[in-house]
């Protein structure tokens, strides 16, 4: 797989701005869910020329979905992700996820 397409988007919330905070940061991104927990430190490495220390792996699971239309009623869900919680080495960061 390559490291490209591994990483698929950070995941910028309130949440996740306040674990970029402090002397650990850690990254929250959006991953390919064939993608395991070595492949996505190596491409955090070699895309963003950091240190990653730890990197945990949740499955985001499908949430109910429903939307009122002239028709009726429609049910469906959101699509299933996978997203990866990367720990970085002190000092570090990601200029990219941070905007600078």
Request: proline residues 5%.
């Amino acid at each position: 797989m390559d490291n490209m397409n591994i990483l698929i988007e950070p995941v910028l919330t309130e949440k996740t701005n306040d674990m970029r905070e402090g002397e650990a940061k850690k990254y929250v991104f959006k991953v390919d869910p064939r993608a395991n927990k070595v492949q996505i430190m190596g491409a955090v490495k070699e895309l963003f020329n950091v240190q990653p220390i730890s990197c945990n792996i949740v499955n985001v699971k499908s949430k109910p979905k429903m939307a009122r239309t002239k028709s009726g009623m429609r049910y469906g869900k959101t699509t299933p992700w996978k997203k990866a919680i990367i720990t970085l080495k002190a000092g570090d960061s990601i200029a990219a996820v941070e905007g600078v």
